[in-house]
């Protein structure tokens, strides 16, 4: 079985990667292949530029996003880790997605609508936030990122959505709480029972 770990944000020692690394050694040591993406130390290019866009319309891939992407056709579940930033991703994971999701790749246009063609990939999102949960809850905002930052995006490519979990006020969690998310957090891979689902 393959993991997709794929990491957004730029310091070592933040929960995002402190998570990142715990699912790598997890999923390893019961004998999954696991690549991590840590888009920083990878360097990656979020800018889906003119020449992009115009290789992809006549039908070739940047290298930079075939490697990308062939990660992702790899993968039987992926994990998406990143801060929440003014409310929306991280800029160098919306870039990911601009460029690495791309049309005839993970979604095509037909008469009926779009579809997406990632249908057998399972996801599993987490977002870390400054902010309380209830301080969003009370303007609507955590069904809306539910929607904005899942289902538009990995539903929308086909992906099945088995998680998306938010981390409150991260920032001032002391050692016992950011151990606390961490043992949520891995249960939660526990309760979906992710690994026979994606078997
Ligand atoms: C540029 C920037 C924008 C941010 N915007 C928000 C925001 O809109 N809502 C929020 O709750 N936290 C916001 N934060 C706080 C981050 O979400 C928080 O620092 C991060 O989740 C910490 O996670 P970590 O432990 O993985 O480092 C922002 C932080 C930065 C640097």
């Not at 730029?10 to 997890?26: G, H, I, Q, R, W």
């Not at 959505?161 to 249960?187: C, V």
């Amino acid at each position: 079985m393959n993991h997709l770990i794929v990491s957004a944000h730029p310091s070592d020692n933040s929960f995002s990667n402190y998570l990142a690394s715990v699912l790598t050694e997890k999923y390893k040591s019961i004998g999954w292949e696991v690549n991590l993406r840590d888009l920083y130390k990878t360097g990656f290019n979020p800018v889906l530029s003119p020449a992009d866009l115009g290789m992809l319309k006549s039908g070739n891939t940047p290298d930079d996003i075939a490697i990308e992407q062939k990660y992702i056709r790899d993968a039987d579940l992926i994990s998406v880790i990143y801060p929440l930033w003014w409310a929306g991703f991280p800029a160098i994971l919306k870039g990911y997605i601009d460029r690495v999701l791309s049309n005839g790749f993970a979604f095509n246009y037909g008469a009926g609508g779009a579809s997406g063609l990632l249908t057998d990939k399972k996801v599993v999102i987490h977002t870390t936030m400054g902010n309380t949960v209830e301080e969003y809850e009370e303007k609507g905002l955590i069904q809306a990122f539910r929607q904005s930052q899942g289902d538009e995006i990995f539903k929308f490519c086909g992906m099945q959505i088995l998680g998306h979990y938010f981390y409150p006020q991260i920032t001032l969690a002391d050692e016992a709480q950011r151990e606390h998310f961490m043992q949520m957090a891995l249960s939660r891979y526990s309760e979906l029972a992710v690994e026979s689902s994606v078997k």
